[in-house]
């Protein structure tokens, strides 16, 4: 007990595993990847596989930590939000309550996962008795919004995310009603930065599929590395909670890493991660 177990879902985006898996693979103890037995997606569809990426797991899986969790994830009487929350309730009870229970979606990227570990290791009491001291840890995302010719459009500012907890009572996807605890690391999340066809394909099939607005994709589909500054107000859902977006002028990822480490509007501030954790701690005190 008390390991470092990651899980993943594998969908209609599997092949970006290949990114998200590497960077958490050493600091892993074991690593789940969750797979529909009919390769259905939350809505139904069927999407097809190349069979050639388990290849490709074995050959990274030299510690032979990666298994394989097959069931049936497609439930027609739920909808496509509490699909996606049921198979990470399902998923996380195969990882094994009384270990750190980390979700990595496919196309999120951690800069530093072992740093990530190194601070859930601070609170490896949680673990003792989960059940009575449910608790999530949360991340931040640089979040991804449209590929250029030349670059990648992204959110002008880091956005909470929360990645591990040590007891799965999600209600809706990854989150649960618990006591958040905010630490210092980066995730690079893809999101929205895929072609047109890739995009329309995700929002058609993804756990928010009845939450998105009306007028987001056309929005999407404007917007360029020379007008993104005349545009506001780009959340799938409520569309002001993404205020604006800014540019990278590259698709590298190291050199990505490099512009977000020399920031200061794309790092956390501590005095803001002390003030967030108070403010849970606080929340919670009389609970």
């Known amino acids: 007990m008390k390991k470092i177990h990651v899980g993943f879902l594998f969908s209609h985006d599997y092949e970006k595993l290949k990114l998200s898996i590497p960077p958490v693979y050493d600091a892993s103890d074991r690593i789940f990847i969750a797979i529909d037995e009919n390769f259905v997606t939350w809505s139904g569809n069927k999407f097809k ?10 050959e990274i899986d030299v510690e032979n930590k990666i298994e394989i969790y097959k069931d049936n994830f497609y439930v027609p009487s739920l909808t496509e939000i509490e699909m996606d929350t049921r198979e990470r309730h399902l998923l996380s009870l195969k990882m094994g309550i009384g270990n750190w229970l980390i979700q990595v979606d ?15 290791r601070k609170y490896d009491h949680y673990l003792d008795n989960p059940e009575k001291n449910k608790i999530q840890i949360a991340a931040f995302w640089i979040i991804l919004y449209k590929y250029t010719e030349t670059g990648i459009l992204y959110v002008d500012m880091p956005m909470k995310a929360v990645f591990a907890t040590n007891y799965p009572n ?8 618990a006591r958040v605890i905010y630490t210092n690391n980066i995730v690079l999340h893809e999101s929205l930065a895929r072609t047109e066809d890739e995009l329309r394909f995700k929002l058609e099939n993804w756990g928010h599929k009845r939450q998105v607005n009306d007028k987001f ?30 540019y990278f002028p590259t698709k590298d990822i190291k050199m990505i890493r490099d512009i977000v480490e020399k920031s200061e509007t794309l790092n956390i ?19």
């Open 49 to 58: 596989v190349d069979l050639a990426f388990f290849e490709w797991l074995k």
């Open 106 to 120: 496919s196309d999120e990227y951690f800069f530093d996962f072992e740093r990530f570990v190194s601070d859930l």
């Open 269 to 287: 501030p501590k005095t803001k991660l002390f003030f967030k954790n108070f403010g849970q701690w606080f929340k919670f005190l009389f609970k």
């Open 217 to 246: 994709l056309d929005k999407w589909i404007a917007v360029n590395e020379n007008n993104y500054k005349e545009y506001s107000d780009f959340y799938y859902i409520e569309p002001e909670r993404w205020k604006k977006l800014d």
């Open 170 to 177: 999600y209600n809706c996807a990854r989150r649960t009603k």
